[in-house]
């Protein structure tokens, strides 16, 4: 079966420092990747989105990144973290080329920059 | 860009009462119309699913109507429970499968 895993599962970290969240997928091949994030008590932000292996298509402008150096591997960076940057990350995965397959979530970070 | 529009933005229900969440989209060109059940501290989970050629889905307590002409699709929870507390999603794909989410609707059932 299909699992994700996405770590640390909470993070503090200060301003001006750097980030690294990384998030795997197991038991499936060539899925589409996505970051989103989620503000205290609101909606989804799509952040990032990859359909293959150094594809990365970003939806916000932003003091954020994201790689793809292997097929069922995300990571989600930062150089210099801004207070605004806090939120709950969640990483997700779905079947590519199937319009109809749903999203995975993993169970996110919850990232405080102080 | 897809937009979907969720409402209400929060609800309380009495155990075993009806719970109606909607959301209306702009976009007709899309074929999958997912609701998502996110509990405090997790990532949300597919809850059910629609596609617009029929009109309606039933999964145990949970319903999903959709009105192709209006744009719209609802999710409907019969004999809502406490464990239903929790805050919904519904969703639309886009192309290369981005997905848009509306802004969600915190359901808390109360005894």
């Known amino acids: 079966s299909q699992t994700i895993h996405q770590w640390p599962a909470t993070l503090v970290q200060p301003v001006g420092s750097p980030l690294s969240l990384e998030c795997t997928v197991e038991?499936?091949?060539?899925?589409?990747l996505y970051w989103y994030r989620q503000a205290a008590g609101r909606g989804l932000q799509l952040l990032f989105y990859s359909v293959g292996i150094g594809q990365i298509s970003s939806e916000v402008p932003q003091n954020l990144s994201a790689s793809r150096p292997q097929d069922r591997q995300f990571i989600l960076s930062s150089k210099k973290l801004l207070l605004s940057d806090s939120g709950f990350y969640l990483c997700?995965?779905?079947?590519?080329?199937?319009?109809?397959?749903?999203?995975?979530f993993g169970n996110g970070t919850r990232l405080t920059v102080t | 860009q897809q937009q979907v529009k969720q409402s209400p933005q929060s609800l309380i229900v009495q155990k075993g009462g009806i719970s109606i969440i909607n959301c209306a989209y702009e976009?007709?060109?899309?074929?999958?119309f997912p609701w998502y059940q996110q509990f405090p501290g997790k990532g949300p989970a597919l809850l059910i699913a629609?596609?617009?050629?029929?009109s309606e889905k039933k999964e145990g307590r949970f319903t999903i109507s959709f009105n192709k002409s209006a744009k719209q699709f609802s999710l409907h929870i019969m004999d809502s429970q406490p464990g239903d507390s929790a805050t919904y999603f519904c969703?639309?794909?886009?192309?290369?499968?981005?997905?848009?989410f509306g802004t969600g609707t915190k359901l808390q059932v109360i005894p």
């Open positions: 969703a639309a794909p886009g192309g290369y499968q981005k997905v848009t």
């Open positions: 997700a995965w779905s079947n590519r080329g199937n319009s109809g397959s749903p999203l995975h």
């Open positions: 976009n007709t060109a899309f074929d999958y």
């Open positions: 629609i596609r617009p050629d029929v």
């Open positions: 038991g499936t091949s060539n899925p589409n």
